[in-house]
């Protein structure tokens, strides 16, 4: 059987190729090895640890578990489980999303389904798209605003309605179908479709979307939307036209500048003070006269220009050009996500945006700086740097809404009617230690400031640490029946809080988040969506070579079913069995055990 790495590079080499049909994907299946690599990735997953319909989690994995899904594959019978159907609170909002858990085996194949799609089509995805790609998030689909949409005179803000619940079937099939010849592939990617979902024990069966909580959704809701991506590109070719147009005042202004200059650096050494000071009068009036007027003509009908940027289902365009080519744009847009993708417009939320008022988009407003304020540019030349540029802003009732969320703050109204912030205690986490208190909330403080952080107005996030510390201060004080005044006191190391904590190599101090908040031109280097990529992994598994060594690292036999015991936190183990004692001093989340040993593990 030949590497999955081996298979995954020759993929992506082979993908830049548009031409190249892609056959006998489904035979991967069939390799041990690739079922070791998905395993690698999805273990360590928040929900890894999560049972499906079929009771079976990522624990007690073995090769006799995947020699039977591979079997399973061979002669066609497998057949994927419906996902188990939850929901999670939408932010605030009282709706609730729905969400699907597959089943331990099925997660494995949707991962290495994944894997397979990810290098065929990711070499040629739109460098439009941000959403749910490798060394790429909300970070940088911003900063493509910021440095792409200079100028742009109107936003249209895109909203598919219920987009990932409204993926037809047969249309995402027929996108697959132009690269991959593969009709077992194909098939194996209906029956994931198709599976359905388990809610109140009842089996739904699913006519459209991909499921959310699949391994393999990601990709697939990509290869979907990619089409929209390549429809924007070809619109762009024909919309695009012109060159613009110089501003003959600016011209003029900017002559008469330059005549100004030269004659008093030719006739400074014959004047007198009153002369100079007259000279510079007037010289400052033609400069004042130049930066006043734009370079460029500001209605010039003759230059069209437009930029699009995706993230997911939410998409932006900037428009160089009239309201009626934004409107046109909308129509255009509606027509052909409804033929050819069976998606639905929102006409209520696709709005269409002057470039002075906030478009928004990521979490973020958006607008063009109308400035003309003048700064010395890299060569030192005075010149009206902010005129036109992008501004990202962080909306207020952003980190106002997650301080209610929290639970942090209330906002009530005083005798006149004012408005009246007051900070709360946080009930739910007085029962934790003090170090994981104030861990939870630098987490907090450092999430949000790490997402804004490239905002022109970040500093603002200070409001949100100062409320969070404060409700941090009352936790503290509900948790030791004390003032705010005294736990400050009491936590307090030359003028800085922390909280001081036992480690194995000593006692520590951890300081509550004092870096300041200033804007950063780009984001802290972090991948927002974190997927397991393939070409991340090019260590040896030390987990695989454990559990093909065949011996019980409990009872120390030899053993032909060995099989790993996960759990999903070290800090729950009490150390009170064998077992919960070696994985505690090994600190490890995974234990390679015979199969008696695996059974008297969950009696306990």
């Known amino acids: 059987m030949r590497e999955p790495m081996s298979v995954l590079k020759n993929l992506s080499e082979r993908a830049t190729d548009k031409q190249y049909k892609f056959q006998r994907l489904y035979r991967n299946l069939y390799n041990p090895e690739f079922y070791y690599l998905a395993y690698h990735n999805i273990r360590s997953s928040p929900g890894s640890m999560t049972p499906g319909v079929d009771g079976t989690s990522i624990d007690g994995m073995s090769e006799k578990r995947i020699e039977a899904i591979i079997h399973s594959l061979k002669d066609f019978s497998y057949q994927p489980n419906p996902a188990k159907r939850t929901y999670i609170a939408k932010k605030n909002s009282s709706k609730k999303r729905p969400l699907g858990i597959p089943s331990s085996n099925d997660k494995l194949i949707q991962e290495i389904v994944r894997m397979l799609l990810e290098s065929i089509y990711e070499p040629n995805f739109s460098k439009n798209s941000h959403g749910f790609r490798p060394k790429k998030g909300c970070q940088t689909a911003l900063l493509q605003i910021q440095n792409n949409f200079t100028g742009i005179k109107w936003f249209v803000e895109g909203d598919i309605k219920a987009c990932f619940d409204s993926f037809d079937h047969h249309v995402l099939i027929s996108i697959l ?28 069966k699913t006519f459209s979307g991909t499921p959310q909580g699949s391994g393999a959704s990601p990709i697939l809701a990509n290869i979907y939307l990619s089409e929209l991506d390549s429809f924007m590109e070809q619109y762009k070719e024909s919309f695009d036209y ?4 110089a501003n003959l005042d600016y011209g003029k202004a900017a002559s008469k500048l330059f005549y100004i ?19 510079l009068l007037i010289q400052k009036q033609a400069q004042d006269k130049l930066h006043s007027l734009p370079s460029k003509l500001q209605c010039d009908t003759g230059f069209k220009r437009i930029q699009y940027c995706r993230y997911a289902d939410d998409f932006i365009i900037g428009v160089i050009g009239s309201r009626e080519d934004a409107e046109k744009l909308k129509t255009v847009l509606k027509e052909f996500l409804h033929t050819a993708l069976k998606l639905e417009l929102s006409d209520e939320k696709t709005k269409i945006t002057h470039c002075l008022d906030k478009a928004s988009f990521l979490g973020y407003d958006i607008t063009l700086s109308n400035s003309t304020s003048i700064k010395k540019d890299k060569r030192g030349q005075m010149r009206k740097t902010n005129s036109g540029t992008v501004k990202l802003y962080v909306p207020k009732e952003k980190w106002l809404n997650k301080l209610k969320e929290y639970g942090a703050i209330a906002i009530r109204q005083d ?22 208190i104030l861990s939870k909330i630098n987490a907090e403080i450092r999430g949000m400031y790490n997402y804004y952080c490239i905002a022109n107005n970040a500093t603002v996030i200070k409001n949100f640490a100062h409320n969070l510390e404060y409700s941090m201060y009352k936790t503290f004080g509900l948790k030791f029946k004390c003032s705010v005044k005294k736990v ?4 307090s190391r030359n003028g800085v809080f922390g909280v001081a904590y036992e480690t194995k190599s000593g006692r520590k101090f951890s300081e509550l988040y004092n870096s300041g908040f200033r804007r950063k031109k780009r984001a802290i280097p972090f991948d927002t969506d974190t997927l397991p990529q393939h070409i991340y992994f090019g260590r040896p598994d030390q987990l695989r070579a454990r559990l093909k060594a065949g011996v019980c690292e409990l009872c120390g036999i030899d053993t032909e079913n060995a099989q790993v015991h996960h759990v999903r936190k070290l800090k729950d183990l009490t150390g009170n069995a064998p077992w919960e004692e070696m994985m505690r001093v090994k ?7 015979c199969s008696a040993c695996h059974e008297k593990i969950h009696l306990i």
């Open 488 to 491: 400050i006191a009491k936590f």
């Open 177 to 204: 179908r132009r690269r991959i010849h593969d009709e077992n592939f194909i098939a194996l990617i209906w029956k994931l479709l198709k599976a359905g979902y388990m809610e109140q024990w009842q089996h739904h």
């Open 242 to 245: 012109g060159c613009s147009s």
């Open 261 to 279: 200059r030269r004659t008093n650096r030719n006739n400074w050494g014959k004047w007198s003070a009153l002369e100079r000071k007259e000279a």
């Open 415 to 436: 005798d006149c009617g004012r408005e009246k912030w007051v900070t709360l205690h946080r009930s739910e986490l007085v029962n934790r230690t003090d170090i994981e």
């Open 587 to 593: 600190r490890r989340k995974t234990l390679v055990v």
